[in-house]
Each structure stands twice: as structure tokens, then as C-alpha cells.
């Protein structure tokens, strides 16, 4: 029984290895690299990459999974089942058609960029025709039980359906319209003073001692530049955050530095045991990003994070704050304003932009939305969801690049990910009764050590919904999300 367990860890690292090289050399692209080694490094990408596809697609590989399942217990179990899921999707996708979406998505995203940049969306709309027809025959080919989204949603969010997110969606969408247009309709907060000048340099070192306090391990890490800050992982004891930093516009580096730091601080907490195996990874998309809007929306745009911080941040930029109170501060990090662009979006109307193109992406690939009729449709939801029309198609169905790399299915991982993270703090509030006393002395430890024992220990050994009903004692939904924003925004 053992023999071939002990094989199965060794293939599998080996897949892991070169995964983690192409990792080191794409970080390494997006904050070091000379613009002229592009094409050198996109051979080198490609190449682990495809080393690493054949050696987990192998009839060896699969054969030794085969021989494991329903043998095993515990952790052993878990990276058996998850190995299989893995291989089972890769095995059943016909390499002609991952050959196809690449060759689709390499021109479709050069349409997109010169779409975008002309607000053409008829340049566009030919190649998202294809991309969408290839994902319906992708997901014909994996095969699903409910939706055809399903098989889509499966790559990033694992266990979850289209039918359970829709469902949550709608009750959400519900109560939090109401919500956007009282706030829409009250006296709007000046947010001005974000866009101040801000010292480059004091920015990114008040970064660093946040992230320091709330405990990412730099023996074990680092944070570097990019243009597009990201998280990547190339081992649990190497994990790479990046951020941007905007002299003009604080939020840029403080509350990016706090949100891959969340991403952070999962990864490097994931037991150490799991390392070079597909366990050693966060339990799925939305799972990840209920870390990353946890540590910069409900803690770093809480009260009692900032009377802590606050006193420290005016003393970084004695300039630009002298006549800012914790107070303006507070409400100027909280603005709620309804915006075209997703990016852009505050903690209460983001959902809202997640929605949209959610239902958008279901009815495209259920054949009930043309592409052609995407634009207007798109309109018409911004317009009925958040009350505002957006100029043109670039700030509106053009803005993202998601569609245009093929990815179908991603986009819910974001509201999810806000979704659970109200969840997971309600039941920390339980477990920790003084936390907001903790973090106004500046103490995360307590914190960090719920999340450890709690979520980022497990890796990706149990699915996200049953890990949350575990914690949480509940399954998805949005009440706790909806109540945090009502007490926060509407009761204030
Ligand atoms: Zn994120």
C-alpha cells in the first residue's frame, strides 16, 4: 500500500517543482526582467509548463491514482481525490481544443486591448464569440451535472454550482440595491485627501510594517513592485507579494499591500506537510480571496485598525494629513460611490459589478445572450443595479481582460471570497470575544492564529463550501456580508 502512495508524492512533486520554476520566472517577468527577454521567457514558461502537464497526464500517473482511491485515510485520501480531479478534467479536455483557446486567446486579446482602446466593441466581438463557443465545447468535454457553467466554475471554485451561486446572488442582489441607491441619494464623502501627495518611498515602508504587524513572515516571503500587484507562491517557506505604489493616490500600495497580503499570509500558513503537492495551495478562488477582502476590507478599513494606525500614518505624512482627523480619515477610506469600472468599485457596490457579469457569462453559454446583444445588456444591468450608465463600451463591456484570456467562470470567485469572509469573521468575533480591543493595541496574533488552525492549515485538503460549514456552521449566503454593510454603511 505504501509503495505506490510514495510513488504518487514523487510524481506529483516533481509536477510541483517545475510548476513553482515557471512561477519564480513568471514573478520574475512582471518585476525584474529586461522588456527584451519577453520572448526568450515565453518559451522558457511554456516549456515547464508543458513538462509539467505531460508528467501529471501520464497513463502512469493516472493508473497509480486509480490503484489509491478509496484505500486511503485523512490527508492521504484528500490528495488522492483531489489528484484525480485534477487529472480527470486535464485527461478529458482533447488537446486539440486546449490548442485551439490558445491560439483563440492570444488574438482575442490583442483584439481586446485595441478594442478597448478605440471603445470598439465590434472589433472585439467576433474573437468573444469564439472563446465562448470553445468554453461550451470545453465544458461538454469535462462534463457537468446541473449547468454547463458548472464545468467552468469547477477549475476555480471546486464543488461549488452555478445553481447555489445564483440563489445567493439573487438574495444578495435583493437587499443591496436598496442599499447603493439610499447611500447614492445621501451627502457623498470627500475622498480627496487619498489623492494628496503621498512620499513614494514612506508609502511602501508604511506597507512593510503593516504587513510586518499582521504577521507575514519575510524569512519566508517577500513584496516587490509590479504594475498589476499579485501573489505568487513558489514553495509554502517562498511566497512572493507584489504591490504598486501611487503618489497620488494612497489607497494604491496601503490597502493592495493588505489584500495580496491576506493571499499571503494563507499560503505561507498552509501545513508545511503538504508542500510540493497539489494540497499546498489555497482550497479554491473564492476561499483565497475571503483572505485577501478579510485583511483589507474588514480589518483594514475597520475603526479599530485605524486607531491604531492612524497616529503612525499621520507621523509618515505629516504633509499631506495635518489637517485630517482619524475620523475624515475613516469616512474618506469608506466612500461609497458607484463607478463603472469594477476596479475601481468600494466594498458595498463591488458585488454588484460581480453579478452582472456572472448572469451575463450564464446566459451567454446557455445561448440565451448574443454576443452582439452584449453591450446593451450590460448597460442595461449597470443602469438597473448601480443607477448609472456607463459613457462608452471601454468603461463598460470592455473594461476587463478576464473574457478575452478565455476564463469563464472566474469573475463569482470575487463576490464569494467577499461573501465568506463576513462569514469567517462573524464566527472569529465568537471565538475571540476582545478582537477589536486586539487590534486597536495593534495585536493580530490571536487573529492570524484562527485562520491558521481554522482555514489556511488545511490547504486544499477540504472543499471550501465544507470547510466553511464547518467553521461557520452554515453554507454560503450573503447575511453576513449584508449585515456587516448595513451596520457599517446604513446604521452608522
Ligand atoms: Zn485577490
Not at 445564483?166 to 445621501?186: C, G, M, N, Q, S
Not at 504587513?211 to 504594475?227: H, K, T, V
Amino acid at each position: 500500500m505504501s509503495e505506490p502512495l510514495t510513488v504518487l508524492k514523487y510524481r506529483l512533486a516533481r509536477v510541483r517543482d517545475l510548476e513553482a520554476a515557471a512561477n519564480v520566472l513568471e514573478w520574475d517577468q512582471e518585476t525584474y526582467m529586461p522588456d527584451g527577454a519577453a520572448e526568450a521567457r515565453a518559451h522558457q514558461v511554456s516549456t515547464l509548463r508543458q513538462l509539467a502537464h505531460e508528467y501529471l497526464t501520464t497513463d502512469e500517473l493516472a493508473a497509480l491514482v486509480d490503484a489509491l482511491d478509496g484505500r486511503l485515510e485523512g490527508d492521504d485520501a484528500a490528495l488522492v481525490r483531489v489528484t484525480r480531479r485534477l487529472i480527470d478534467r486535464k485527461r478529458r479536455l482533447p488537446a486539440a481544443l486546449v490548442v485551439e483557446l490558445a491560439g483563440a486567446v492570444s488574438r482575442a486579446k490583442q483584439a481586446w486591448k485595441s478594442a478597448r482602446e478605440r471603445n470598439d466593441f465590434p472589433v472585439f466581438a467576433p474573437h468573444l464569440k469564439q472563446l465562448v463557443d470553445i468554453n461550451i465545447r470545453i465544458a461538454e468535454a469535462v462534463g457537468y451535472a446541473g449547468h454547463r457553467y458548472d464545468a467552468l466554475l469547477e477549475e476555480y471554485e471546486p464543488g461549488a454550482t452555478a445553481a447555489e451561486i445564483a440563489t445567493v446572488f439573487a438574495a444578495l442582489r435583493e437587499r443591496l440595491v436598496p442599499i447603493v441607491k439610499h447611500l447614492a441619494d445621501a451627502p457623498q464623502v470627500d475622498a480627496g485627501v487619498l489623492t494628496r501627495a503621498f512620499d513614494t518611498q514612506a508609502q511602501w515602508e508604511f506597507g512593510m510594517m503593516v504587513l510586518r504587524d499582521i504577521g507575514f513572515d519575510f524569512n519566508r516571503g517577500r513584496q516587490d513592485l509590479s504594475a498589476h500587484p499579485f501573489t505568487t507562491t513558489f514553495a509554502i517557506t517562498d511566497v512572493r507579494l507584489t504591490t504598486r505604489v501611487n503618489e497620488r493616490f494612497l489607497p494604491s500600495a496601503l490597502f493592495g499591500s493588505l489584500h495580496e497580503g491576506g493571499h499571503g499570509l494563507y499560503e505561507q500558513g498552509i501545513d508545511l506537510a503538504f508542500d510540493r503537492s497539489p494540497l499546498a495551495d489555497g482550497t479554491s478562488l473564492g476561499m483565497h480571496e475571503s483572505q485577501s477582502c478579510l485583511w483589507e476590507n474588514l480589518i483594514g478599513r475597520s475603526r479599530p485598525f485605524w486607531e491604531h494606525y492612524y497616529p503612525k500614518l499621520k507621523a509618515a505624512f505629516p504633509g499631506p494629513l495635518a489637517d485630517i482627523s482619524l475620523d475624515a480619515f475613516y469616512r474618506a477610506i469608506n466612500a461609497v460611490a458607484p463607478t463603472p469600472i469594477r476596479v475601481e468599485a468600494d466594498e458595498v457596490t463591488y458585488n454588484l459589478h460581480i453579478m452582472l457579469r456572472f448572469e451575463l457569462e450564464m446566459a451567454m453559454l446557455d445561448g440565451s445572450l448574443s454576443v452582439d446583444d452584449l453591450p446593451g445588456a450590460w448597460n442595461d444591468r449597470m443602469e438597473a443595479y448601480l443607477g448609472i450608465r456607463p459613457p462608452n463600451d471601454a468603461d463598460g463591456v470592455l473594461q476587463d481582460i478576464h473574457w478575452s484570456l478565455g476564463a469563464f467562470g472566474y469573475f463569482p470567485t470575487y463576490a464569494l471570497g467577499n461573501l465568506m469572509s463576513a462569514q469567517l469573521y462573524d464566527a472569529i468575533r465568537i471565538a475571540i470575544p476582545d478582537l477589536d480591543d486586539q487590534i486597536r493595541a495593534g495585536r493580530f496574533e490571536g487573529l492570524l492564529g484562527w485562520l491558521r488552525t481554522h482555514i489556511h492549515g488545511h490547504g486544499k485538503a477540504v472543499d471550501a463550501g465544507d470547510l466553511l460549514e464547518r467553521v461557520t456552521g452554515s453554507r454560503l449566503t450573503s447575511d453576513n456580508w449584508i449585515a456587516y454593510i448595513e451596520k457599517k454603511y446604513v446604521k452608522r
